[in-house]
């Protein structure tokens, strides 16, 4: 298949899948969204567990700008990090005081964290400059998408399909781009496969929240079984892609 009708297949894909989702009626959130399972309390935390998990996506994302990168595309990364940051402290906010408004605070980021990974897989395996000019226009759409949802969900019509596509889309595009270019493999292939799987397995967590608590008998929730495995596989991409050229490092006493 010719590399025209590769992106054309890809657009394609993209495109139906925006008409599809387009085309369902408003998907209002689960007015029981904010009822999770653990509601224990810790010290000065309320809800300990679902705050302090996200303990994972802080480190991840510190250990991410720390690690030693040989990368050209250093700013979409460190964007990325500091959006993952950024997801653990308004995770964590958001579950002191469960509420459509704190929530906010909590998919903002995330949807920042979405938006420069795109960027990041677009740079590394194909045009850096097609990376960074799309970054500022994925952040519009994922900050749009929040706000969206936000102020349709006041005025009793809460609508989370823009949202969806901000969150899921990028599901979708990344294992199409390793699928259809084969010839633009790079380093962060088997790490973002590994994210992928990580992401994918957090989501079942979380929608097992409550049953996971019992099977554990009430030892941990699905839902901070979400946090901690997605922040390890954060952490795992973070470390594992991108690390220096040996080939390229100074010889000692040259």
């Known amino acids: 298949m010719s590399l025209r009708y590769r992106i054309v297949l890809v657009a394609f894909i993209l495109g139906l899948s925006l008409a ?5 009626p408003p998907i209002q959130q689960d007015p029981a969204y904010h009822n999770f399972a653990d509601k224990r309390s810790l010290w000065i935390f ?13 480190l991840a994302g510190v250990a991410g700008l720390l690690h030693r990168r040989s990368s050209e595309h250093l700013f979409l990364w460190r964007f990325f990090l500091g959006s993952i940051i950024l997801v ?21 980021p995330m949807s920042f964290g979405f938006a420069s990974l795109i960027s990041i897989v677009l740079a590394e395996r194909f045009n850096g400059r097609a990376g960074r000019l799309l970054l500022f226009p994925l952040l519009l759409a994922g900050t749009g998408s929040v706000v969206y ?49 990580g992401y994918c397995i957090a989501k079942i967590f979380e929608v097992e929240d409550r049953q996971i608590y019992l099977l554990t008998h009430q030892f941990i929730s699905g839902h901070s079984l ?21 080939t390229s490092m100074p010889v000692k006493g040259a």
């Open 149 to 197: 949802w936000y102020v349709t969900e006041i005025n009793g019509q809460g609508d989370l399909r823009p949202y969806i596509a901000v969150q899921f889309f990028p599901m979708l595009l990344i294992p199409l781009l390793i699928a259809l270019f084969p010839e633009q493999k790079s380093r962060i292939d088997r790490p973002l496969l590994v994210l992928l799987f």
């Open 88 to 108: 653990g402290i308004g995770s964590a906010y958001y579950h002191l005081a469960p509420g459509n408004l704190s929530l906010v605070l909590d998919r903002i």
């Open 46 to 58: 309320s809800n300990a567990s679902n705050v302090l998990s996200n303990a994972v996506f802080i």
């Open 20 to 24: 599809v989702l387009a085309g369902l």
């Open 226 to 246: 979400k946090h901690i495995t997605a922040g390890i596989a954060i952490l795992y991409f973070s470390l594992s892609v991108g690390q220096p050229d040996e």
